[in-house]
């Protein structure tokens, strides 16, 4: 039980086009999902964190007309990288959580690069 | 402000026994995890300590002092399968996850 999956696992656009990366949890119903980013031997940093029906809460110094994340149901969320720029580039991972328990189960990530 | 801190980087022999420490001071503590996370996938979650103490899960084990802001990841009987980062994460208030930077573990033969 709880799978996360994330589509698509890798995606190489150009400069000034916009990226739409899908989080799904498969087999519970995720109340919040969480979106982070990881560069290059870091730790992962939150983006964002998304409530089902309501609007996602961004962290501090994260853009919230550049990556924008839709939670429109209970399985899935989406962040979408807008105008992406190579310093876009990086790789991102979404977490979900149902309401009844602390613990957050990751996607498997997407890796983006933007040329 | 949060700071959460472990060794970067760890080196063990097959086999053997490695304890991989993380310190913490936050605002606001429901708990600790450690997640493992192999390059280039996503982080797989290894263990939740919500009260003091020690909890076992086969060959991991992980202890909380709620007191003494710390906690440790102990791996036994070490596979090569285990070098991987493993990565501390206290969930704070509103039930956020705040990473400290991972602790890379190379296991040799």
């Known amino acids: 039980g709880a799978v996360v999956s994330q589509h698509p696992s890798r995606v190489i656009c150009k400069s000034g086009t916009s990226v739409k990366i899908e989080c799904r949890s498969l087999?519970?119903?995720?109340?919040?999902m969480f979106w982070y980013r990881q560069f290059p031997k870091k730790s992962l940093m939150l983006m964002a964190t998304s409530n089902e029906g309501s609007k996602a809460t961004y962290e501090q110094g994260v853009e919230k007309d550049k990556f924008l994340i839709n939670h429109a149901s209970l399985t899935l969320s989406t962040l979408t990288v807008t105008s992406a720029h190579p310093e876009d580039s990086s790789f991102y991972i979404c977490s979900a959580k149902s309401g009844g328990t602390d613990t957050q189960y990751f996607g498997p990530g997407t890796r983006l690069t933007v040329l | 402000g949060q700071n959460i801190d472990q060794p970067t980087e760890m080196t063990a022999t097959e086999g053997a026994i490695v304890q991989i420490n993380c310190t913490y001071q936050t605002s606001g503590f429901n708990g600790l995890f450690w997640y493992q996370q192999h390059a280039g996938e996503a982080p797989t979650f290894l263990s939740y300590?919500?009260?003091?103490g020690l909890e076992e899960k086969g060959r991991f084990s992980s202890f909380l002092s709620r007191s003494k802001g710390y906690s440790y990841l102990l791996l036994k009987e070490l596979q090569m399968k285990d070098s991987a980062s493993y990565l501390c994460a206290v969930n704070n208030a509103g039930n956020m996850l705040t990473f400290g930077g991972g602790t890379r573990l190379m296991v040799k033969p």
């Open positions: 300590n919500v009260l003091d």
């Open positions: 087999d519970f119903q995720a109340t919040t």
